[in-house]
């Protein structure tokens, strides 16, 4: 068996998709935010 050698890992799949999931939190944050307020405000 290799010695392991530490940081010689290709990530870039990894960081790509983590990436990816950052963006879509944010926008689905954004846009559950926009929707309580647009609730909030066609209520009253």
């Known amino acids: 068996m ?5 940081g010689s890992m290709d990530i870039r799949e990894q960081e790509k998709t ?3 999931f950052i ?4 926008w ?3 846009i559950s935010i926009g929707v309580l307020i647009f609730m909030a405000l066609a209520n009253a």
């Open 28 to 30: 689905g944050a954004a």
């Open 2 to 6: 290799a010695e392991h050698k530490h």
């Open 18 to 20: 983590f990436a990816a």
């Open 23 to 26: 963006r879509f939190s944010a």
